[in-house]
């Protein structure tokens, strides 16, 4: 009260200054500078001090009110870097494209150049600056996946994996010494519509024929002059040029920061007496386990079931929406989260937004909602299960190493490294392994209404970009946050649905929760600094044998 007492007594002064701040003609200026998220939760204590990642539920508001002010001409991006996979990247331009499609300009500045994310949004703009001495390298899409048996078998390692399903390929590169046809089918599928992205963005954005922006993906990369005559952008310019000529040298444009106006306007508002009726957002981000120390940033079971249930009890929370940007993971944290997912969705409206990677784990858990929203960029599917692990015999006896064990139980010692599995062991295995596969299936095919014939057909562990995911069934609807939350107000209904905000729900913390941020920066610079499958490795070091992290996942990101 004591806040709206105060902004009702300045309400005049702040309404001048929203005048004078936004004259008529004026262009707003954004800056992307690293990560870009769909949504993005409110800082905790200890994020105070650190950049937050760009929002594009706010971009998407911000492209409202740009919409519904005629004072402002159009928007200027500044894309210094950018944080994000190609889903993301799909999100952000279709934004962009709503103010363009309006009739409203939009300016992007690269003033370090960029690779081919970068330049797959730019091409939304209806200009593009480069800064002069910058280079555009928008080479296309690659993945490369090293084979280690060779190395191995000269180390006297020898990998033991077991898959079930055609396609799932984690750990193919310890057993063999070449991409598997199937992995090579899968793979080309999704270059296949990525490469078809890019290029329908090039034709569309400016203005080429499909065959000239062949030649230049191929052709590059690009200075920024060369870029300019093959007509990828319209001109070069430091930061301190863009007003000049993004209107004229006597009459430079007016750039009003985003922050600005964003802030002025959030100062005309009131704020509500009482906390509003609100749709909760659900973070299913990173490799899914088991709660316990997690230093990769994944997302235990602990934690999800913890927001899970805090959205199904508020009474506030009239629908949730469950953002899934997850590899996959531990096959019983997926199952005890499914579960929860499954409560929820018997109360409330449930639609699941698919950012990046949605795949193996993160599409099981997915499972539970009534509607599935992605981009055509995201990945997704990959139903199948993998066990893996290192038999290091050949190693110990090269160095000497003798073995000797005493147990009772006739497959006490079935997991221990000095030994191969006997073949009623591995029969049990893959007894085990048929069993998780038949439990995935089933519970696809009971989430998507699909019968589990139909379900096995499009499964085998295979990997799925999103506008292919639709076509086979698996996803309902193409589009980012913004189509999945108008989902989730329709399945609401009400009088006034579009009143309600998305709002995150964060789980509580308990024993073992994640380390400190600052440990955990660390451990994930070193984890990637390795170039591993860290989080494959981690999971099997603790005892996690199915729903594996995909190798497909960092290629996409």
């Known amino acids: 009260m004591l806040s709206n007492l105060f902004r009702l007594l300045l309400w005049p002064l702040t309404l001048l200054r929203w005048i004078q701040a936004v004259p008529k003609g004026a262009y707003l200026s954004l800056t992307i500078r690293g990560d870009v998220k769909d949504i993005v939760p409110k800082r905790r204590l200890w994020e105070l001090r650190t950049r937050p990642a760009l929002s594009l539920h706010a971009l998407s508001e911000l492209v409202d009110a740009i919409l519904e002010d005629p004072r402002i001409k159009g928007l200027v991006v500044t894309l210094e870097s950018l944080g994000a996979g190609m889903a993301t990247a799909t999100s952000l331009r279709a934004e962009l494209a709503r103010l363009r499609a309006a009739g409203r300009e939009v300016v992007m500045v690269l003033p370090f150049g960029g690779d081919t994310k970068e330049l797959y949004i730019a091409t939304v703009a209806s200009r593009i600056l480069v800064g002069p001495q910058a280079t555009l390298s928008p080479l296309g899409f690659a993945t490369s996946v090293r084979y280690v048996k060779g190395a191995l078998d000269k180390l006297g390692v020898v990998p033991d994996v077991l898959a079930r399903g055609e396609y799932k390929s984690a750990g193919e590169q310890l057993v063999r010494e070449d991409m598997s046809p199937t992995q090579r089918a899968q793979l080309d599928a999704i270059f296949d519509v990525l490469y078809e992205e890019l290029l329908s963005a090039i034709v569309s954005g400016r203005g080429l024929t499909k065959e000239q922006a062949k030649e230049i993906v191929d052709g590059g990369p690009y200075r920024a002059e060369a870029a300019k005559v093959k007509g990828l952008i319209d001109g070069t310019a430091y930061e301190d040029m863009v007003p000049s000529i993004v209107g004229t040298k006597e009459e430079p444009a007016k750039l009003v920061p985003v922050e600005t106006y964003v802030g002025i306007r959030d100062t005309l508002r009131l704020t509500p007496l009482r906390k509003p009726d609100a749709i909760g957002v659900v973070f299913v981000h990173g490799a899914i386990t088991m709660a316990g120390p997690t230093p990769f940033g994944a997302a235990t079971d602990e934690k999800l079931i913890s927001a899970i249930r805090a959205a199904r009890t508020s009474r506030r929370v009239k629908g949730v929406i469950l953002h899934v940007d997850s590899p996959g993971g531990s096959a019983l944290a997926s199952d005890r989260i499914h579960h929860e997912l499954m409560q929820l969705a018997a109360e409330k409206p ?172 660390a451990a994930e610079l070193v984890l990637r600094a390795l170039d591993l499958e860290a989080v494959s490795w981690a999971l099997g070091a603790s005892g996690e044998r199915v729903l594996c992290y995909s190798s497909l996942a960092r290629a996409f990101n």
């Open 350 to 521: 449930l639609v699941a937004c698919f950012a990046n990677v949605a795949a193996s784990g993160g599409y099981y858990v997915a499972a539970a909602a009534h509607e599935i929203v992605a981009q055509p960029t995201s990945i997704t599917g990959s139903i199948g299960v993998v066990a893996a692990r290192v038999v290091i015999s050949p190693l110990l006896a090269r160095l000497g190493v003798v073995t000797q064990t005493v147990k009772r139980g006739a497959r006490a010692d079935m997991m221990d490294p000095s030994r191969g599995f006997t073949d009623d062991e591995r029969a049990a295995l893959k007894e085990e392994l048929e069993g998780m596969y038949g439990a995935f299936v089933g519970i696809v095919a009971e989430g998507r209404k699909l019968a589990v014939e139909a379900v096995e057909r499009i499964a085998e562990g295979r990997v799925w970009t999103g506008v292919d995911a639709k076509a086979q069934g698996l996803v309902d609807e193409l589009g980012g946050f913004d189509v999945a939350l108008a989902r989730t107000r329709a399945r609401i209904g009400g009088a006034h649905p579009e009143d309600l905000a998305p709002v995150v729900i964060r789980g509580a913390r308990k024993a073992g929760a994640p380390l400190p941020p600052p440990t955990k920066a």
